[in-house]
């Protein structure tokens, strides 16, 4: 294989994080993520996964998210979105350790949530969120300050989508705000409308105009969107003074590619499916959806349906393609063309779960996620505050 040495060219910051082979503090990707991995190839990862957890015992937890590989998801002592994986390991107070299958947002948010004697471990530190990355502390602070200028950030409440990363979870406790879910977006919203004249939408822009738009009955003028990599995040102040919602452009990677033609190919091509898409999609697919709810709306709404009934989903392939399998009684179709996985998420698979299984076996801490206390009492107020939402 020819490398940049045998090339005898430094490859770019840029190129370094691209091959994950460089550390970025303020990013939730291209982390380097050490390690002695066993090979893919190897054919006893299975055995030494359940080897690993068996010696392990009560003393590890393993959280799967519902958009983790399979191969993954069969060590998982519970599956679930962020939030409720989240909440189910701060119900295991018991569990030294909690191995989290997911992106390092979650991770993070299981730190908050789980006792200081718990250790929260993300077996690739590789596996963040690249909508989480589009809302950092520097960016978010200079929005405040713009906010600040325009004479409205004391008429401004902050509500960040789980999807976010502590630092983000905190400026939004501190500044009186509230987390969301993609279940109670609207609750969310009803509440922060309750305390202030505006909300500033934190970091996806579709899940806040989705939920103002659809839910609440605001029409699209009345949200704006501030680019964090504009001045004054390209809006005048009379436009943030005139608008309801202040919504951050981000958005999700996987999500974000479903597109109005999507639906209307699906259509075509299967005459009577049910669109049903997560609310992270553009607003005019979920606009011309017919059902849309979160992941755990998701999996439900397919419990529910009928034997022979047709759908096409938008959401993360892992998942569309394990409902599949769920449902042989239903016909269940991806709802784009293109193959479309959540690239971190995929991340952790079964040598990185079978290194940080067995290290912890083995007496050894690795990869643990860690909030600073600062942080994490700022960020656990603003998720109180969701906790307490009528
Ligand atoms: S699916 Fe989207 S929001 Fe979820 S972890 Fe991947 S990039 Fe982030």
Redesign the pocket.
Known sequence: MTTAHDLDVTPTPLALLLLGREADPKSERGVDCPGDLPAPSDPDLVARARAAKEKLGDKVFVLGHH?QRDEVIQFADVTGDSFKLAQQAAARPEAEYIVFCG?HFMAESADILTTDDQRVVLPDLAAG????DMATAEQVAECWDVLTEAGIADAVVPVSYM?SSADIKAFTGKHGGTICTSSNAKRALEWAFEQGEKVLFLPDQHLGRNTAVRDMGMSLDDCVLYNPHKPNGGLTAEQLRDAKMILWRGH????GRFSLDSVNDVRERIPGVNVLVHP?CKHEVVESADYVGSTEYIIKALDAAPAGSKWAIGT?LNLVRRLAKQHPDKEVVFLDKTVCF?S??NRIDLPHLVWALESLADGKLINQISVDRETEDFAKLALERMLALP
């Open positions: 958009y992106v969120c690249s909508m989480a999807n999700c990677s996987v999500h992270e993360e959540c971190t998420m």
